[in-house]
């Protein structure tokens, strides 16, 4: 019980240290209905089956609609959808998430299954090297994403993790991840090194440089915080 304890209380200072990004999920249920949206609109709320990666990446999704018909998806099928995650991926998530929305109100997404802790995915055209791409990306800010979208970069190497006995609980912060600003055709990967110098001219909003005044305020770990507030405080 007293592991228990400890497990929980490393989890919620993960949450913590997230800054307001939820923590990507990698494992999902298959008992729990997860709610799919379909590129001509059609809405499937079924079963999980299985998710095909490729380096990380969904490749296709296997899911059970409420038919029974089982139905192979691919990533250009789907526009959207919430999934719901298992393990201590639930329990990371869910504390995120509701601490994000209880805050941010600004989101056009379900802020019901948010709440329930499911993660959304949405079709994304990502930039990877030289090659853009359509992919079904992980929304790690979804409920203050109206002007810039913060995606989960499966490749992303961490800075250092917490575990406990050997078992990882949480990872610690990704060193990269795939963004994209309002009127960017795509999102393109968005590295750790140099955010502090280059941060005047990625957000290009005063608000920012005078609510974030010191380099320690800049930091990459606080991506989460600036991309909030730009939601919120630039035009």
Known sequence: MKKLFYLIAIVLASSTMAQELQTPSTSFSHKKKAYLTLSDGTEIIGNINDI?????????????????????????????????????????????????????????????????GLVYFEQANVKIKKKTMTLLAQLLNPSFSAKVKIYHDPLAKETASLGVGGLKVTGGIAKSYYVQKEGDVAAFKFDKGGYKKEFSYFWNCDALDQQFSSGEEKAWRNLGKHAASYTTDCE
């Open 52 to 116: 095909d990666r490729k380096k990380g990446i969904i490749k296709a999704i296997k899911v059970t609609d409420g038919a029974g018909e089982k139905r192979k998806l691919l990533p250009a099928d789907i526009s959207y959808m919430y999934l719901p995650p298992s393990g201590l991926d639930k329990l990371g998530n869910a504390i995120n998430t509701v601490n994000s929305v209880q805050k941010w109100k600004q989101s056009k997404l379900d802020e019901d299954l948010l709440n329930q």
